[in-house]
């Protein structure tokens, strides 16, 4: 008999009013909204490929007692009605395929099977049945058909993917000390992979980010890192459906500067055959967790200029920024001068990953201000919008 009783595909999924406004930005009039207050930890998962509905109404997110629980929630929120909707009381991971901005988002049971929900309509359906996922996942293709999955077989990591319609499988990337690839498929079709080598000892020395198709080929090397510019974050993105990639790159942190091969900022862009990137101008924000809106026009960030991570659970104090950028205008303004997240703790779900909805009118983010991480929203006034322009 399985320890986890899963609840019927048709089951009623309970609501729950838990946001409250939590105040003004007086900077940048931004109204700040606390979608969660349970005393569990909720976090809006990441920020590279934005996990919100195509109208800007809804968005995913799980939720855990502790760090040491198996045991996870999976839980929409809604921004029109503030309110938060139980999806599974119990899943085995905080692990989601979504579209950027896409009406399903994926997720897999503890059998292994694969379930999914609309964003739009909360209808839940199965996709594939127990025994199917055997590894993490973390990205589909815009028509919703092909599954990126991650998974450790001895010292090599392997990304792979499942075609939902035929069930066929197709290792992409195989390779050793590979933990985190950030493996991301684009939104132009046909489908690329977007993910980075942590490269240990081989041949290719830092964090090199690589494109490639997924069709059998020898993926393109984008100009991030050495020789071009100082080592990625590991934190890119695509740039909507542009077929080009931001991504920032490290700064120097005793120094309080960026590197001399690109003074003027550390957050990067560029497509596939670029021979060097261009560099976003600012500074003085040290841009690390980088998502990009759904119309290509701006870039969101948690700014760590004032804040400086001294070990995988601790950092100096000091407010972290989220700066929204034009990236035609070259303009950049915080509009949370203190998104008040005052722990990294080594994972993502104690650093801010801001990212847009589809609409832009809110920004949605991490934040920690009694030391439980809580899912917040800011919204983007008009005329902070137009300042950028």
């Known amino acids: 008999m399985s320890f986890h009783a899963y609840r019927p595909l048709d089951a009623d999924m309970p609501h729950l009013r838990e946001s409250c406004d939590w105040g003004t930005d ?37 939720r855990a007692l502790d760090m040491h629980t198996r045991s996870r929630q999976l839980l929409i929120a809604d921004l029109e009605a503030r309110d938060t909707t139980l999806i599974e009381p119990d899943v085995p991971s905080e692990e989601v395929a979504h579209v950027s901005w896409g009406e399903w988002a994926y997720y897999p049971m503890h059998d292994g099977s694969l379930r999914r929900i609309s964003l739009m309509t909360l209808v839940k359906e199965e996709i594939l049945p127990a025994g199917a996922i055997t590894g993490g996942i ?29 069930g066929e499988r197709q290792v992409l990337v195989d390779c050793p000390e590979n933990r985190n690839p ?26 090199p980010v690589l494109v490639r198709e997924l069709a059998a080929n020898e993926p393109l090397r984008l100009p991030f890192g050495k020789p071009w510019t100082a080592e990625s974050t590991g934190h ?14 490290t700064w120097d942190g005793e120094k309080r500067r960026h590197d001399s091969r690109h003074p003027e900022g550390n957050l990067m862009y560029a497509a596939p055959g670029d021979e060097a990137p261009s560099v976003f101008p600012a500074p003085d924000s040290w841009f690390y967790h980088i998502s990009v809106s759904r119309c290509g026009k701006y870039f969101v960030s948690d700014d760590f200029a004032d804040f400086q991570a001294t070990g995988a659970i601790d950092g100096k104090p000091g407010p972290i920024r989220i700066v929204i950028g034009n990236f035609a205008s070259g303009k950049s303004r ?21 990212y847009f909805t589809a609409d832009n009118k809110y920004v949605i983010y991490n934040a920690s201000p009694f030391g439980t991480i809580q899912l917040f929203a800011a919204e983007v006034p008009e005329d902070f919008r137009r300042s950028l322009d």
């Not at 589909?140 to 010292?155: H, V």
């Not at 950030?182 to 964090?207: E, F, M, N, W």
């Not at 890119?236 to 790159?249: I, K």
Request: net charge negative; hydrophobic share 35%.
């Open 236 to 249: 890119m993105t695509w740039l909507a459906d542009t077929g080009m990639v931001a991504c920032t790159v």
């Open 138 to 166: 973390g990205a589909i293709s815009s028509d919703d058909r092909y599954l990126l999955m991650t998974e450790a077989k001895g010292d090599h990591f392997i990304c792979s993917t499942i075609d939902l319609q035929t």
């Open 334 to 354: 915080a509009l949370v001068h203190d998104c008040q997240n005052y722990g990294i703790a080594g994972c993502s779900r104690f650093e801010p990953d801001p």
């Open 26 to 62: 007086p900077d940048s009039g931004s109204r700040i909204i606390r979608m969660t207050t349970s005393v569990g930890m909720s976090h809006n998962i990441y920020c590279e490929q934005p996990y919100g509905s195509p109208d800007g109404r809804r968005l995913i997110f799980f």
């Open 182 to 207: 950030h493996g991301q498929l684009s939104l132009c079709k046909p489908p690329r992979l977007l993910y980075q080598l942590i490269a240990g000892d081989s041949d290719l020395q830092g964090v």
